[in-house]
């Protein structure tokens, strides 16, 4: 996935653990996206991955230490790197090299790189949980969070190489990339710092017996690309999702809330904190009157479901709503999309809307990608061309930011 305003040329600096193999799917899948790639081996790092496998997944030579200290170019190897690339990663982040980062230490290829460039960086540590935990390891990892140019994303909890179960884990491949995805499209920019933002994702069900329900096709990839949107430009997050199908990013706090009921209490108790409300979730119009505990037998199917409207959870929080605070509605139509959104945006009383056509082939429900129409209560539109649905979420982002502010 690539900003259409430049192709990022990405720099890996792959630190010694054995989580140095999950550097290969980020490498190879930026690869195929067309981005430019280099890396730096450590030295360590060698003795878990070997610099002909990155090689391959790079199409470039991959450069280590013996290359630092014996240079052939004529220019010095980490002024060049530090030069040519505009975005780094490091993972994974060792114990070793969060130290020297935090210090401003420069004793190999990949720390005199970093200090000769200004680039943002993406780092990812692993390590053993009782590393992880130790305070002077614990007091880098705040320093390095506290720098503007280092994007950090921390380790997961879960088993662990020595087998051991608890916090240390690097993140997994597909967070690495949605992260660079991001730091490619906004270079770095944290502009939602300071804001809390309360996103919905997924789909509502309304069951009426215990295995059946009313739904509909949503899987909550447009809330979630919000969702690390909004998170990578420096918002703290929170999202309140139905039935999803992706995993959440751990540094978002999520809140389950698959029945609109229980989506419309999540959010009423969220949103009196929240500076926005992005309510990208797919909710139901009407649920069944009549509800049964246990799953009832065909024979004694009802022949005719009563229904019931559900709460109108944006119009409430409209009439909830502080002066500093912003709603921003989605509206999923067939056919014609802009004349039922503005309706939509006047009769809610939204700041801004974004309409999308869920009948154009390759958006909508379930899809990688979407395409939208935003709109805004001055009569402003913008037609956003199909995208991958992070990329979308950051366009939506930087009209809110232009329009709202």
């Known amino acids: 996935m690539t900003n259409p305003r430049t192709v990022p040329h990405l720099l890996v600096g792959v630190g010694g653990g054995i989580a140095a193999y999950k550097v290969c799917e980020v490498i190879s899948t930026q690869v195929k996206a067309g981005w430019e790639v280099s890396a730096i081996l450590s030295e360590t790092a060698s003795q878990f991955i070997t610099p002909l496998t990155l090689s391959t997944l790079c199409r470039r030579s991959v450069y280590t230490d013996a290359q630092f ?239 019931s409207p559900v709460p109108d959870i944006l119009q409430m929080a409209a009439q909830m709503r502080q002066p500093h605070q912003r709603l921003i509605g989605f509206a999923a139509q067939t056919g014609e999309i802009v004349t039922p959104a503005c309706e939509k945006l006047e009769r809610k009383g939204l700041d801004l809307i974004v309409a999308n056509a869920v009948d154009q082939a390759g958006c909508g429900f379930g899809t990688a990608e979407n395409a939208a129409v935003v709109l805004d209560r001055q009569g402003r539109s913008r037609s956003l061309a199909k995208v991958p649905k992070l990329i979308l979420a950051h366009q939506i982002f930087d009209l809110a930011q232009e329009w709202l502010s």
């Open 69 to 307: 200290w014996h240079p052939q170019a004529p220019r010095p190897l980490h002024i060049e790197l530090a030069e040519t690339a505009t975005l780094m990663l490091i993972a994974p982040l060792t114990a070793n090299t969060l130290a020297k980062l935090a210090l401003g230490l420069a004793d190999n290829l990949l720390t005199s790189t970093v200090l000769a460039s200004t680039m943002p960086i993406l780092v990812a540590p692993a390590m053993n949980t009782t590393m992880w935990e130790q305070p002077t390891v614990q007091t880098h990892w705040q320093q390095l969070q506290q720098r503007s140019r280092y994007h950090c994303l921390p380790p997961t909890a879960g088993r662990l190489a020595c087998d051991s179960v608890g916090v240390g884990r690097m993140a997994e491949p597909q967070e690495i990339i949605a992260y660079l995805d991001s730091l490619a499209y906004t270079h770095g920019k944290r502009d939602l710092a300071g804001k809390h933002l309360l996103i919905t994702a997924g789909g509502s069900r309304e069951y009426w017996d215990a295995v059946r329900f009313i739904g509909n096709p949503a899987t909550g990839k447009m809330g979630l690309a919000l969702a690390r949107a909004a998170l990578h430009r420096g918002a703290k997050v929170t999202l309140i999702h139905g039935a999803i199908a992706e995993v959440i990013p751990p540094q978002v706090r999520a809140i389950e809330a698959v029945s609109s009921d229980r989506m419309y209490k999540a959010v009423m108790e969220v949103w009196p904190e929240a500076d926005w409300l992005v309510m990208a979730a797919a909710v139901g119009d009407v649920r069944p009157t009549q509800q049964w505990s246990e799953k009832l037998p065909k024979s004694e199917l009802p022949t005719a479901l009563p229904l």
